[in-house]
Each structure stands twice: as C-alpha cells, then as structure tokens.
C-alpha cells in the first residue's frame, strides 16, 4: 500500500514559553494515537514548536485503511425464522437496515445462543477522509495549563488560532479547526520575511520556514543560543553554563534565535551572587557570564531576531536588569537592620496551612522533629544544631528579599544567618532546607541541612494527611507528592536505613489537637503507602524494573534506604546467579500456602521422603547464614544463598506430595515450606519476580 507524509501546523498568537513544549508532545502523542486507532498507523512522527505555530510531521500515512470484514449480530434464530423456516418481520428487517438481502443472513452461535447475522466487508476509507474528520477532534481536546477565549468566546484554545496548514502528500485536506480552514500557507518570520509562506509538501516544511527565518525545531534553536552565549561570553573573558532548563525556555521564546550581550552596574557584585543570579536567570531570563574569578558585570540575552545593530535591544534589557538589581539592593540593605531572631514573631502573621496553624507554630514544630531525626539516624551531636536550624529555618519568610524574590526562600535566610555570625552547620541547613527541589534537584549538601529538610517534609506530610487534604487523582495543589519524593530521596542518598514510622509519628504527634483530624494509625497507614509509592518512583528512575521493586519495597515499608539498597542487591544478584528455579519455587510455595502459612516449626521425625530430609538439611544449614548476612545487610551474598536452596527446592517438589492424605505428614511438609517463606522474605517476596516463558 503506497504511504505519504501528512503535516499539520496549527498558527496561533504567542504561546506561552511554559506551555510548548507540553504542548508540542501531547499534539504528536495525540496524533498519532488516533491515526493508530484509524487504521492508519504512522512509521513515524515528529513534533515542532514554536512561539507561534505547533506543527506534527506524521511520516508514511497509509493513503487508504485496509478493507475490514464486519458481523453484525440481530435477533435470535427462533424470533427471525418462523416454523416453516421462512425469514419473519425480524429477519427481514435486521436485513433490510443492514443493507444486505435477507437470504445473505447465517447462523452464528453466541452469548445468548444461536442468532442470525449479517457479514458485509467495508471498504477502507481514504486517509485524506479520515484526517478530516479526525484532526479537529485531536487538537480540540489537547490541554494546556492555561487557555484563551476569542470572537464570540466559544472557542477555547491556548491561544488564538490564525491558520492552519493541512497537507497529505502535496494537497491539502479539506478541514476546519476552530473555525479556520486549512490551506497550504503558512507565514514566516513576524519582522524578517516577507509575508505569506506557501508550503509544497510535509518534506520542505522545515526548510522552507528557515528560509523565511522561522528554526521550527527547538533543539536547533538552544543549540544556536547557547554557542551564540558562549561567542559573545568569550569576547569578555567569560563562560555561561549550558543551563539546559533555561536554555530550553530560551529556545522556546523565539522563532528565529539571536542572543545580545549586556552589561550591568559593576557594584551590584557586591550583592550575594545568588541574589545576583536569580534576578538575571529566573526574573529576566538572562543567562549570567562568569569569569575565572566570579561572576561578572554581563549577561547574554536572547532576541527573536538576527541582530541589534544600533543597540536597542541590548540597552534596554540593562536598563530592565539594572533596575531590578537596585530593588535587590535595597530590599538586601533594609533585612540587614532587623536580625532573624527578631522576625520570629513576625510569622504569627502568615499563615501555614488552613487549621494547621502559622509559620511561627510550625518553625516551633521543626525546632523539636528536627533533633529527633538527628538522633534517629546516628546524628546525636548534631541534634541542637539540627534545633535551632528549625527554630530560624522560616525567619526569612518576612524579609523583603523572599517576598519579591521567592524563588531564594531558605537561601536568604542561609545568607543572613552567616552574615550574622551563626555557625555554619545552622546557615547550611538553612540554606539547604528545600533541597531537593525536583526530582532532578541535587539533596542538601550535609547531614544538617538533610535532617531539617527531612523535618520540613515530614511535618507538612503529617499536617495535611492528619486532616485529610492528601492528594486525590492528579490534583496536588500542595505538593506532597514532590514533598514525599524529596524526603525519601535525601534518605537513600544519605543511606540512612532507618524506620521512620516512629519518627513520623512524632510529627504526627508534634500537631495540637486538630478539628476534624482523623486517628494517627490511620494516618500512618496512609502516609506510609505514600511514601512507599515515592520510593517506588524513586527506583523507577534508576531504571530498576517494576517486578523486582515489587519484590523488596514490602519487606521494610517504613525503611526507604533499606528498600533500595535491596533492589540494588537483587539486580546485582539476578546478574550473577540464575534465579529462575527460586522464583518458581517461591511462586510454587506462596500458592500451596495462602494467605495462611503455618507458624509452627516442622518436627524433623516426621520426614518421609529423602527429597524433604535432604531439603530441610540444606535449609537448616543455610538458615544461620542467611540470617547474619541479612542481619549484615549483605543483601546480595544472602539472595545468592537463597538461590543455592533452588535445587532442593525442585526435587522436593518432585518427589514429595505435600497435600498429602496423612494430616500429621501434610502440615509438617507445610511447616517446613512456610519456615523457608519466612527466611526468604526477609530479604524479598521472590515471588514477585516476572519469569519470562
């Protein structure tokens, strides 16, 4: 069947940078979905984005679906044939609406019994008919953070729709989306091309929009950017980082890149760098230049344009910068005359969470959780470090800098507490308090940052949970699910194999009496769960399969680096020793015996069979072992044992009828198998594992 190339460009107004590129994925995701579904699969896709146009290339289109047989059930035999055998009112007109002549009908047999039905075959229809129909739906249902109503306001779309371009092969397809026709034009470049911008096939889109200076695709345009920074970084002896966030973001601001250096006011250096930066990278998007010695008075900004060859552009993102660097400074001068200590009871004032209190409670809170986390994972000596860390960890809340600035949250309060003399333990912890902030965020940088930031999460955790406001589906609007992640990522980093239950407890505990709170137990049953799903992403990420994540996150639920270092174990294990027999023998065990395994110890004078008294020796000699290695948490040496019984394992169950007649002989055989599914899953549920045919 020939197959061609179908391109869809939907042209809108400026999108917002934070809206691309979802947006660019979930229309190709979509696409191609439904194309899929159609009958008319691609080989492949590719997505384009840029400020102003989304664009999908969905390569090798079949030009037609496949022909498909179809059977359509009707009414039963005894309701469509009479006595005689002759078709009744019933046949004739199930017959009739299917369009096919009565004496065509069969016989199947079905759910309900015998029933005639009609088999037809229907003609595959041409793709340029099926995109017609399926493309309007496909990008009326994408979703975005935010959208826009224009006209009439019956249409909802990130932003105003201006053209569309819809081309199968080289014609166009007949279709609507939002109330524009396709065609085969597009425009170029707002400033630097010269008007409308016809498009010949889905093969020349790409380049004919870059020669009417539009790049369509976005890696090419932070390629540009950042060599680009670095030219204009070198000619002033500096470097810029090749941020990939913000670059990404940069590249999704411009159709054509083009980057300008600038300069600021050299005695904004004076500033903490990370006020400096902050106001550069995330206020106004610049990318700062660093010499050998620091940073430097200069940023790179980027223009959706080739050149700023009087200027302009460059003066004024000075200008911009400039000012917000003088805000900075004087919201930097005016915190300095009030010490922390004296904000203290000026977060009375903000509140927390509602029913859980203000900023001065829960500062409280983390000054008592804080010692106790320290204490828990062999940080005694840290644990009045730990305490006043918590007790100053908020102050910064009510400085002008965070207010205006509140990306810096914990940094300024770091900052402000050096420059006030405190120990360096405390302003670290400060500083690092909301480490990680992503999933891709580097943990605290030392033990008392990660104890304060531990007791940050655990508290909100507890709180919300106590009261019911968990997430539910998607909606997160507390973030807890980053909350949860960033706890037991800063736990498996620091390799703190500890069970936090009862340190969540605390926390649990550390809140007054709450209206409405539900019974800590309960709450510890869901938060647990949570966090054990966190972990389970956690491993995830570190690409450890699902079936063996399976296997160790139960064993202990509440200890997340124990968890981990188990799937590590487990994957080193699997590499080095053939697990296929213990799996199966383990799947084999937890089907003889329930849910309800025996606790009883087997009594060696009831053996029968050599294969059971050669097993229970075998297992009675590795027992001990098994036990001081995981006691050791050499996971791996123990899994590797427990493979060792394997062959025991499968002679026993070939030889021996454990359901056997004698009750006395059948409950010490299970004994003995519930006895080595006690060891095993002290160090996983090897059941768990996927055996692959």
């Known amino acids: 069947?020939?197959?061609?190339?179908?391109?869809?460009?939907?042209?809108?107004?400026?999108?917002?940078?934070?809206?691309?590129?979802?947006?660019?994925?979930?229309?190709?995701?979509?696409?191609?979905?439904?194309l899929g579904e159609s009958g008319l699969a691609p080989q492949a896709t590719e997505a384009y984005a840029t400020p102003r146009r989304l664009a999908?290339?969905?390569?090798?289109?079949?030009?037609?679906?496949?022909?498909?047989?179809?059977?359509?059930?009707?009414?039963?035999?005894?309701?469509?044939?009479?006595?005689?055998?002759?078709?009744?009112?019933?046949?004739?007109?199930?017959?009739?609406?299917?369009?096919?002549?009565?004496?065509?009908?069969?016989?199947?047999?079905?759910?309900?019994?015998?029933?005639?039905?009609?088999?037809r075959t229907v003609a595959g229809r041409a793709a340029a008919d099926v995109l017609s129909e399926l493309v309007p739906r496909v990008v009326t249902d994408l979703s975005f953070p935010k959208t826009m109503r224009w006209g009439q306001g019956t249409r909802s779309f990130v932003r105003p729709v201006r053209g569309v371009v819809a081309l199968l092969g080289g014609a166009?397809?007949?279709?609507?989306?939002?109330?524009?026709?396709?065609?085969?034009?597009?425009?170029?470049?707002?400033?630097?091309?010269?008007?409308p911008v016809e498009i010949s096939s889905p093969a020349g889109y790409a380049s004919t929009l870059k020669a009417a200076h539009v790049e369509v695709d976005g890696e090419a345009r932070r390629i540009a950017i950042l060599e680009g920074a670095r030219d204009l970084a070198r000619q002033v002896q500096g470097s810029v980082e090749s941020d990939a966030d913000l670059t990404a973001t940069l590249?999704?601001?411009?159709?054509?890149?083009?980057?300008?250096?600038?300069?600021?006011?050299?005695?904004?250096?004076?500033?903490?760098?990370?006020?400096?930066?902050?106001?550069?990278?995330?206020?106004?998007?610049?990318?700062?230049?660093?010499?050998?010695?620091?940073?430097?008075?200069?940023?790179?900004?980027?223009?959706?344009?080739?050149?700023?060859?009087?200027?302009?552009?460059?003066?004024?993102?000075?200008?911009?910068?400039?000012?917000?660097l003088a805000d900075a400074r004087f919201f930097y001068d005016e915190d300095r005359k009030q010490p922390l200590e004296e904000r203290l009871p000026m977060l009375a004032k903000l509140a927390f969470v509602d029913k859980l209190g203000d900023y001065r409670a829960k500062s409280e809170r983390l000054a008592e959780l804080a010692p106790v986390i320290a204490r828990a994972v062999g940080k005694a000596d840290l644990a009045e470090t730990a305490r006043e860390a918590g007790r100053l960890s908020?102050?910064?809340?009510?400085?002008?800098?965070?207010?205006?600035?509140?990306?810096?949250?914990?940094?300024?309060?770091?900052?402000?507490?050096?420059?006030e003399g405190r120990p360096e333990p405390v302003c670290k912890a400060i500083?690092?308090?909301?480490?990680?902030?992503?999933?891709?965020?580097?943990?605290?940088?030392?033990?008392?940052?990660?104890?304060?930031?531990?007791?940050?999460?655990?508290?909100?955790?507890?709180?919300?949970?106590?009261?019911?406001?968990?997430?539910t589906g998607s909606k997160d609007p507390y973030?807890?699910?980053?909350?949860?992640?960033?706890?037991?990522?800063?736990?498996v980093s620091r390799g703190w194999s500890v069970d936090w239950q009862p340190v969540a407890r605390t926390a649990i505990g550390l809140y007054p009496a709450l209206t409405g709170a539900r019974p800590a137990d309960r709450v510890l049953e869901e938060l647990g769960a949570f966090l054990s799903e966190r972990l389970r992403n956690l491993l995830e990420r570190r690409s450890h399969p699902h079936d063996e994540i399976s296997a160790v996150i139960g064993v202990e639920p509440w200890n997340f680096a124990d968890g981990a270092e188990r799937a590590s174990a487990l994957a080193e294990a699997r590499r080095r020793t053939d697990f296929r027999a213990l799996i199966l023998a383990a799947k084999r065990i937890r089907n003889i015996l329930g849910a309800e395994a025996s606790r009883a110890e087997p009594d060696p004078s009831l053996y029968r069979e050599e294969a059971e008294r050669a097993l229970a020796l075998?297992?009675?000699?590795?027992?001990?072992?098994?036990?001081?290695?995981?006691?050791?948490?050499?996971?791996?040496?123990?899994?590797?044992?427990?493979?060792?019984?394997?062959?025991s394992l499968d002679r026993f169950f070939v030889d021996v009828l454990v359901n056997c007649p004698e009750e006395d002989l059948r409950r010490n055989r299970l004994a003995l198998l519930a006895s080595i599914q006690r060891e095993f899953s002290r160090l996983a549920d090897f059941s768990e594992i996927v055996v692959e045919k």
């Not at 007949?174 to 026709?181: D, I, N, S």
């Not at 006011?265 to 106001?279: G, H, S, V, W």
């Open 1 to 34: 069947m020939n197959r061609q190339d179908f391109l869809l460009e939907i042209r809108t107004e400026e999108i917002p940078a934070n809206a691309l590129s979802g947006a660019r994925m979930d229309l190709a995701r979509r696409l191609e979905t439904a």
């Open 431 to 471: 500083y690092d308090q909301y480490r990680p902030v992503s999933s891709t965020d580097d943990p605290p940088r030392e033990a008392p940052g990660a104890i304060l930031s531990l007791a940050d999460r655990l508290d909100t955790l507890a709180g919300l949970f106590s009261i019911g406001l968990s997430p």
């Open 479 to 491: 973030g807890l699910r980053r909350a949860a992640f960033g706890a037991v990522a800063i736990v």
């Open 251 to 324: 590249a999704d601001l411009v159709e054509w890149p083009g980057v300008v250096r600038g300069s600021f006011d050299p005695e904004f250096l004076e500033l903490p760098e990370e006020i400096t930066t902050t106001a550069m990278r995330t206020h106004q998007k610049y990318l700062p230049v660093r010499g050998s010695g620091g940073l430097l008075p200069h940023f790179v900004a980027v223009m959706d344009n080739a050149s700023d060859p009087r200027g302009f552009i460059a003066k004024g993102n000075e200008w911009v910068l400039n000012a917000r």
């Open 618 to 647: 075998d297992f009675l000699q590795a027992r001990e072992a098994l036990s001081t290695l995981a006691a050791g948490r050499r996971y791996r040496d123990a899994m590797e044992m427990a493979a060792s019984l394997a062959p």
């Open 56 to 119: 999908v290339i969905a390569r090798g289109v079949p030009e037609r679906q496949e022909d498909r047989f179809e059977e359509v059930l009707g009414p039963a035999v005894s309701a469509a044939y009479d006595a005689d055998g002759k078709p009744t009112g019933a046949a004739k007109g199930f017959a009739r609406k299917q369009k096919v002549d009565v004496s065509e009908l069969v016989v199947v047999e079905a759910a309900r019994g015998a029933t005639v039905a009609a088999r």
């Open 394 to 419: 908020k102050a910064d809340l009510t400085t002008h800098m965070v207010r205006e600035f509140t990306d810096l949250q914990g940094v300024v309060g770091g900052i402000y507490a050096r420059r």
């Open 172 to 195: 166009v397809v007949p279709l609507e989306v939002l109330g524009v026709r396709a065609g085969s034009a597009t425009s170029g470049h707002r400033l630097l091309s010269d008007g």
